[in-house]
Antibody, heavy 125, light 106 residues
Framework: QVQLVQSGAEVKKPGASVKVSCKASGYTFTGYYMHWVRQAPGQGLEWMGRINPNSGGTNYAQKFQGRVTMTRDTSISTAYMELSRLRSDDTAVYYC??????????????????WGKGTTVTVSS | DIQLTQSPSFLSASVGDRVTITCRASQGISSYLAWYQQKPGKAPKLLIYAASTLQSGVPSRFSGSGSGTEFTLTISSLQPEDFATYYCQQLNSWWTFGQGTKVEIK
């Protein structure tokens, strides 16, 4: 079955970096964009960016430009999200999510149809 | 950036109630809107995309409507498993989420 398996929880100190992985299975990894979304404790969902696993091309939310790097390793169908210069307000659950698409009424529409279970990142001194 | 504002932020309802959640966009986004359901400690689940197309496997009591700047998610008869937080998401200009609507048991 289609699934995304994320790496385990991390605890980091302020100023450090964290790298979260997301291993895809059950579908062609290079055929679908992969997104990263985070959720701070008790807060809503925040889009961070996406990567095209085929080309490696990325699009980042302006808020994270310069601090986030998304990469992939197609040989093991795994996407990565690295966030640097961590602050306490980066404490959150980080999700990867596959971008699906469907032709509806002559137009293509996009959505996030498969999600990982999330990786908790705690930033604390 | 396109902002999405959901209303209400919190909703108290009973099993069997008809529930409507509104999502307003700061500028027109055609039908590039999706709805997700999230339960505590779980990842979001896609319910609706293209504003009104039900994702495969989602019960038909869920429906979506709207276009441009105003959208609604309706649950025709609230079931116990529907108590959750609901988010709208726009995909017209990059991707952003509304702030969420928590549906709790009255």
């Amino acid at each position: 079955q289609v699934q995304l398996v994320q790496s385990g929880a991390e605890v980091k100190k302020p100023g450090a970096s964290v790298k979260v992985s997301c291993k895809a299975s059950g579908y062609t990894f290079t055929g679908y964009y992969m997104h990263w979304v985070r959720q701070a404790p008790g807060q809503g969902l925040e889009w961070m960016g996406r990567i095209n696993p085929n080309s490696g091309g990325t699009n980042y939310a302006q808020k994270f430009q310069g601090r986030v790097t998304m990469t992939r390793d197609t040989s093991i169908s795994t996407a990565y999200m690295e966030l640097s210069r961590l602050r306490s307000d980066d404490t959150a659950v980080y999700y990867c999510a596959r971008e699906g698409q469907q032709l509806v009424r002559l137009y293509y529409y996009y959505y996030m149809d498969v999600w990982g279970k999330g990786t908790t990142v705690t930033v604390s001194s | 950036d396109i902002q999405l504002t959901q209303s209400p932020s919190f909703l108290s309802a009973s099993v069997g109630d008809r529930v409507t959640i509104t999502c307003r966009a700061s500028q027109g986004i055609s039908s590039y809107l999706a709805w997700y359901q999230q339960k505590p400690g779980k990842a979001p689940k896609l319910l609706i995309y293209a504003a009104s197309t039900l994702q495969s496997g989602v019960p038909s009591r869920f429906s979506g409507s709207g276009s441009g700047t105003e959208f609604t998610l309706t649950i025709s008869s609230l079931q116990p498993e529907d108590f959750a937080t609901y988010y709208c998401q726009q995909l017209n200009s990059w991707w952003t989420f509304g702030q969420g609507t928590k549906v709790e048991i009255k």
